[in-house]
């Protein structure tokens, strides 16, 4: 006896790519726009006075506002991700800047991870060799190691590391929590180096208001040496030799 199909089957396939879509029609959007040409060091000092008001009159609003910003961010994979991790150190200070970063990133790359999951795992599962299914298979078996690793080094793309998890079947606790901790080194960093760049805003503000240099000029690399900047990247090279680290102890303890 041949078995009738379900009258909606083909629609409820069709249904796991909606949210894929809906997140295209988004990074569309935002680069139509033009929005990402207005992520710039110069629109940031012109607005640096009225964000930083903005932040001493309604702090929660402005907080909330920042991990809606950067979850949105991370689930469109902006490709400067730094930049807004510099201006929120900048605007909120490195302690409650972190904070929101790691809140908004670890949101936003949870919904990249549940869109790849529902979209893509799937069809990538089903063509994939013997090979990569005994490496997804180890990845598994040893996914806190392999997800802090993977985080904690630098070399490795932020958008890569929320999407390859959810195509190797990584558990979504386990994603959720080492997303949270692995991202808290780098992000103090880059929000410690924000906060050492206000006495610069200021002064690229303040000529941006009276249409003089240096505002519109490329900044050199110069104009960032600040004590937090230099704090800051030292922090990023510690970072760096995190996972080195690690595997020292683990195989310690082997």
Request: glycine content about 10%.
């Amino acid at each position: 006896m041949v078995q009738k199909k379900h009258p909606i089957a083909g629609k409820v396939s069709w249904r796991k790519f909606l949210p894929l879509a809906v997140l295209g029609v988004v990074i569309a959007g935002f680069f139509l726009s033009g929005l990402h040409k207005k992520i710039s060091f110069d629109e940031i000092a012109i607005r640096y006075g009225a964000l930083a008001g903005w932040v001493d009159a309604k702090p929660l609003t402005a907080i909330l506002t920042a991990i809606t910003v950067y979850a949105v961010a991370t689930a469109i994979s902006f490709p400067a991700p730094w930049i807004l991790t510099v201006t929120i150190g900048l605007i909120f200070g490195w302690v409650i800047g972190a904070a929101s970063i790691v809140v908004g990133a670890t949101l936003g790359a949870s919904v990249l991870f549940f869109v790849t999951r529902l979209a893509l795992a799937d069809f990538f599962r089903a063509r994939a060799g013997d090979v990569l299914n005994r490496m997804a298979e180890g990845f598994r078996k040893d996914a806190v190691s392999y997800m802090l690793f993977l985080r904690l080094a630098p070399v490795f793309p932020f958008t890569l590391v929320n999407v390859v998890p959810a195509v190797l079947g990584v558990p979504f606790r386990i994603f959720f929590f080492t997303t949270a901790l692995g991202i808290v080194p780098g992000t103090i960093a880059y929000t410690f180096a924000g906060e050492g760049l206000r006495s610069i805003v200021a002064e690229r503000a303040q000529a941006c208001a009276a249409g003089i240099p240096p505002c519109g000029q490329a900044l050199t690399p110069g104009d960032f040496v600040t004590p937090q900047v230099l704090i800051a990247l030292g922090l990023l090279g510690m970072v760096s030799l995190l996972p080195v680290l690690v595997k020292g102890i683990r195989r310690q303890q082997l």
